[in-house]
């Protein structure tokens, strides 16, 4: 049989890499996908699958009007450099239509939420919702054996060993034992969850992030896309200038050369565990860690690229230029000896009755800001604040769990024993457990109860914006994301900061070609996803800016590579 060599080649499965392998094939191209581990999907299918994207034609279906000339103004107003950036500009104009054709030629399916609002709700051009766009549940079963290949959630974000949950299913868990409803929808869940299990190693219905990486994946299967895992890259071809192949090998076998005749789309996942260039671009006091999936190639997507002669952004490691997106983490060890890290990103910091306070025992943020600002914060007090304490009663972590302690826990002695959770049956036991000054963490908390006990925060303003309340607790009064914390025991949660993925990369133009220092472009080379330069430029402006521009970026970076024009904007 004649061998045909790919049309392009992709290195990266999550979003971005499956949005670029299956736009190419939708498009006849023969694609050849290497992925360095043995599951498909990446950070995206541990993430929470939203994806932003400005002026999309489903706002309208849930009442949200948006326009271009909005988006570009709250843009503006959140994202250093925006408004004379060209691929900000193709991410705006070309972001419908980019989920228009992916929706046309894939599985891929995609609802507006209604209520998320962008981060920094009182600035101009924001919004209340609609710009985030979550994945539709999808059957695992659609996937056959496949579905072994897909990467698994984070544990401590499925239940029972293995239940996914979604969205809307978190509020009616928390109801089940007051509501009949609730109970109902928790028990249909449940039994749902037990009759999968008789056929799967984990729950089939895909939610958040790993709905979305399923639905590609499914749809690269179907569109003939060649996927190699366990592939190593070793190096890529330049010849004349161009990029011309790609040598890779799998495990002992020594693989081979693919000279694609459009190019290749690096998709890698950016630089977060290459800890010589991530300290680039972030401050000294951050450390290393990271919330996202590490592949553990050898050569990150960057590393392949330079070697090219690629550009790549410029150092910034101040706390207000860093080039990361940031989320506060808890951390415990496995029983693999492995660290893991619980990301503190909407479960529990905005709750009513919680608070941080830093090795002072004093606060030091408003705890509902997003999470990206929530580090900033840390990092501005870095001595103090790092690591932080996020401090809740017996009430609120039955209520609303805190990190990977789940809501109604039946016990917390494994998490005491290890360490994790810190426990005092008086606010002056829990300030000696967690090394604070007694009588300052005492006036803290006893300062925040006075307010709380009336609904308000003086010192910070908690709850005084619509994102901070749509993350509260609706059921809650008068203020959704306050109450006092005054039912012992209490209890505490070291928090430090990581990044959820890196806003540095590899210099691209709006068609996701990679630049060498003259800003010229390398034939032949792409990058998108956290492999380029985020167009966000270090700011975190609403949920979903990293996998919004990942599908973008990922079918710009096809179309182009094979020839194509730019999707209709209309």
């Given at each position: 049989m004649e061998h045909k060599e790919p049309d392009l080649v992709v290195i990266?499965?999550?979003?971005?890499?499956?949005?670029?392998?299956?736009?190419?094939?939708?498009?006849?191209?023969?694609?050849?996908?290497?992925?360095?581990?043995?599951?498909?999907?990446?950070?995206?299918?541990?993430?929470?699958?939203?994806?932003?994207?400005?002026?999309?034609?489903?706002?309208?279906?849930?009442?949200?009007?948006?326009?271009?000339?909005?988006?570009?103004?709250?843009?503006?107003?959140?994202?250093?450099?925006?408004?004379?950036?060209?691929?900000?500009?193709?991410f705006v104009d070309q972001g419908d239509a980019v989920v228009r054709h992916l929706e046309q030629h894939t599985l891929l399916r995609l609802q507006p939420v209604r209520r998320y609002p962008d981060y920094y709700p009182d600035l101009p051009g924001a919004t209340a919702g609609g710009r985030v766009l979550e994945p539709v549940a999808f059957d695992g079963r659609e996937l056959g054996g496949e579905f072994a290949h897909?990467?698994?959630?984070?544990?401590?974000?499925?239940?029972?060993?293995?239940?996914?949950?979604?969205?809307?299913?978190?509020p009616k868990l928390r109801k089940a034992g007051r509501s009949i409803p609730a109970a109902w929808h928790v028990g249909k869940l449940l039994a749902r969850y037990a009759l999968q299990r008789v056929r799967a190693h984990r729950g089939t219905t895909l939610v958040l992030g790993n709905a979305l990486v399923a639905r590609l994946f499914k749809s690269a299967l179907d569109l003939g896309v060649t996927i190699v895992r366990g592939a190593r890259v070793e190096r890529l071809l330049v010849e004349e200038g161009r990029v011309a192949g790609v040598q890779w090998r799998r495990g002992d076998d020594p693989g081979g050369v693919a000279r694609p005749g459009a190019g290749v789309v690096l998709a890698t996942g950016g630089m977060s565990h290459d800890a010589a260039l991530r300290r680039d671009y972030v401050p000294a006091a951050a450390g290393d860690r990271s919330a996202t999936i590490a592949s553990g190639a050898p050569r990150s997507g960057m590393r392949l690229a330079l070697q090219c002669g690629a550009a790549r952004s410029a150092a910034a490691s101040g706390v207000d230029d860093a080039l990361a997106f940031w989320v506060p983490t808890s951390s415990w060890q496995r029983d693999d000896g492995a660290t893991a890290l619980f990301p503190h990103t909407v479960t529990d910091r905005a709750k009513p009755g919680l608070i941080a306070v830093d090795a002072a025992g004093r606060r030091f943020v408003n705890e509902a800001v997003s999470y990206h600002e929530f580090v900033r914060a840390q990092l501005r007090r870095a001595e103090s604040a790092i690591p932080a304490w996020l401090i809740c009663d017996r009430r609120f972590l039955w209520k609303y769990g805190l990190g990977r302690v789940r809501p109604f826990a039946l016990t917390t002695r494994a998490d005491l024993a290890c360490g994790y959770l810190k426990r005092g049956d008086t606010l002056e036991a829990l300030a000696r457990e967690i090394g604070v000054p007694v009588e300052r963490f005492v006036a803290t908390v006893t300062a925040y109860n006075l307010d709380a006990r009336n609904g308000r925060d003086t010192e910070f303003g908690r709850g005084e914006n619509i994102y901070q309340r749509h993350l509260g607790d609706a059921d809650h009064g008068p203020n959704?994301?306050?109450?006092?914390?005054?039912?012992?025991?209490?209890?505490?949660?070291?928090?430090?900061?990581?990044?959820?993925?890196?806003?540095?990369?590899?210099?691209?133009?709006?068609?996701?070609?990679?630049?060498?220092?003259?800003?010229?472009?390398?034939?032949?080379?792409?990058?998108?996803?956290?492999?380029?330069?985020?167009?966000?430029?270090?700011?975190?402006?609403?949920?979903?800016?990293?996998?919004?521009?990942?599908?973008?970026?990922?079918?710009?970076?096809?179309?182009?590579?094979?020839?194509?024009?730019?999707?209709?904007?209309?």
């Amino acid at each position: 049989m004649e061998h045909k060599e790919p049309d392009l080649v992709v290195i990266g499965s999550g979003a971005a890499g499956l949005a670029a392998a299956c736009a190419a094939a939708a498009a006849g191209a023969r694609v050849l996908l290497l992925e360095h581990t043995d599951r498909i999907g990446g950070t995206t299918a541990v993430s929470g699958g939203m994806v932003w994207v400005p002026a999309n034609h489903k706002m309208g279906s849930v009442g949200v009007e948006d326009s271009r000339a909005l988006a570009l103004t709250y843009l503006q107003a959140t994202v250093p450099g925006a408004p004379g950036d060209p691929r900000m500009r193709a991410f705006v104009d070309q972001g419908d239509a980019v989920v228009r054709h992916l929706e046309q030629h894939t599985l891929l399916r995609l609802q507006p939420v209604r209520r998320y609002p962008d981060y920094y709700p009182d600035l101009p051009g924001a919004t209340a919702g609609g710009r985030v766009l979550e994945p539709v549940a999808f059957d695992g079963r659609e996937l056959g054996g496949e579905f072994a290949h897909l990467r698994d959630p984070l544990p401590e974000f499925m239940l029972f060993g293995g239940m996914m949950i979604s969205r809307e299913d978190i509020p009616k868990l928390r109801k089940a034992g007051r509501s009949i409803p609730a109970a109902w929808h928790v028990g249909k869940l449940l039994a749902r969850y037990a009759l999968q299990r008789v056929r799967a190693h984990r729950g089939t219905t895909l939610v958040l992030g790993n709905a979305l990486v399923a639905r590609l994946f499914k749809s690269a299967l179907d569109l003939g896309v060649t996927i190699v895992r366990g592939a190593r890259v070793e190096r890529l071809l330049v010849e004349e200038g161009r990029v011309a192949g790609v040598q890779w090998r799998r495990g002992d076998d020594p693989g081979g050369v693919a000279r694609p005749g459009a190019g290749v789309v690096l998709a890698t996942g950016g630089m977060s565990h290459d800890a010589a260039l991530r300290r680039d671009y972030v401050p000294a006091a951050a450390g290393d860690r990271s919330a996202t999936i590490a592949s553990g190639a050898p050569r990150s997507g960057m590393r392949l690229a330079l070697q090219c002669g690629a550009a790549r952004s410029a150092a910034a490691s101040g706390v207000d230029d860093a080039l990361a997106f940031w989320v506060p983490t808890s951390s415990w060890q496995r029983d693999d000896g492995a660290t893991a890290l619980f990301p503190h990103t909407v479960t529990d910091r905005a709750k009513p009755g919680l608070i941080a306070v830093d090795a002072a025992g004093r606060r030091f943020v408003n705890e509902a800001v997003s999470y990206h600002e929530f580090v900033r914060a840390q990092l501005r007090r870095a001595e103090s604040a790092i690591p932080a304490w996020l401090i809740c009663d017996r009430r609120f972590l039955w209520k609303y769990g805190l990190g990977r302690v789940r809501p109604f826990a039946l016990t917390t002695r494994a998490d005491l024993a290890c360490g994790y959770l810190k426990r005092g049956d008086t606010l002056e036991a829990l300030a000696r457990e967690i090394g604070v000054p007694v009588e300052r963490f005492v006036a803290t908390v006893t300062a925040y109860n006075l307010d709380a006990r009336n609904g308000r925060d003086t010192e910070f303003g908690r709850g005084e914006n619509i994102y901070q309340r749509h993350l509260g607790d609706a059921d809650h009064g008068p203020n959704p994301c306050v109450a006092p914390i005054e039912q012992g025991p209490f209890y505490a949660v070291s928090v430090a900061p990581a990044d959820l993925g890196m806003s540095a990369g590899l210099l691209t133009d709006e068609h996701a070609r990679v630049l060498r220092p003259d800003q010229s472009p390398i034939p032949g080379l792409y990058a998108c996803g956290n492999d380029m330069h985020s167009v966000m430029n270090g700011a975190y402006p609403g949920p979903g800016i990293t996998l919004g521009p990942a599908l973008v970026f990922g079918v710009i970076a096809a179309r182009h590579a094979l020839g194509l024009p730019p999707l209709d904007a209309r």
